[in-house]
T-cell receptor
């Protein structure tokens, strides 16, 4: 798996847009970028996955530049319930391999 | 059930005792993962099962830890002679294929919280 680097923590306010950037300079051609969200006392859950350009779903958007060496998870109009740890993972398409999580970004939403 | 099921949800044990944690993955999921998460920390990979292949045990912290997966479905993580540093939440996840690409989403259980006194 490609090594990833993301901020340890971020603070924001309710109603704001939050962008969390993940660096993955060694991303391989077949790698996909996946983000997970973990609320306190729960297991992580899948948020979004992408390969290039932009992906949007009901929860978030994922922006991936042309060189794919970074990606940005965008959470529109956050609320207190978006307080969680967000993990960025980069992995090979359908490869049989263990999945290692980094330390993630601890997002704290303030009222 | 529809999701990954783990039991027990909470386990308190005394130092030196053995414990078994169970994971029932989503039906049909070929990949199964065990992780450990200490308070305020990230997920620590423990072991990975994929189909009939030999498991990847590279994350097990000591020989007191072992895991098996019977019939390609239910998995049991066993910790022998528990120590206080084993106290953590043990999370199990399953996926349809190796989780690097489409259809590879990891589905996590709620975890088993282990407290060693």
């Amino acid at each position: 798996l490609a090594k990833t680097t993301q901020p340890i923590s971020m603070d924001s306010y309710e109603g704001q847009e939050v962008n969390i950037t993940c660096s993955h300079n060694n991303i391989a051609t077949n790698d996909y970028i996946t983000w997970y969200q973990q609320f306190p006392s729960q297991g992580p859950r899948f948020i979004i996955q992408g390969y290039k350009t932009k992906v949007t779903n009901e929860v978030a958007s994922l922006f991936i530049p042309a060189d794919r060496k970074s990606s940005t998870l965008s959470l529109p109009r956050v609320s207190l319930s978006d307080t969680a740890v967000y993990y960025c993972l980069v992995g090979v398409l359908n490869r049989d391999d263990k999945i290692i999580f980094g330390k993630g970004t601890r997002l704290h939403i303030l009222p | 059930g529809a999701g990954v099921s783990q039991s027990p949800s909470n386990k308190v044990t005394e130092k030196g005792k053995d414990v078994e944690l169970r994971c029932d993955p989503i039906s049909g999921h070929t990949a199964l993962y065990w992780y450990r998460q200490s308070l305020g920390q990230g997920l620590e990979f423990l072991i990975y099962f994929q189909g009939n292949s030999a498991p990847d045990k590279s994350g097990l912290p000591s020989d007191r830890f072992s895991a098996e997966r019977t019939g390609g479905s239910v998995s049991t993580l066993t910790i022998q002679r528990t120590q206080q540093e084993d106290s953590a939440v043990y999370l199990c996840a399953s996926s349809l294929v190796g989780a690097g690409g489409p259809r590879g989403e990891l589905f996590f259980g709620e975890g088993s919280r282990l407290t060693v006194l």
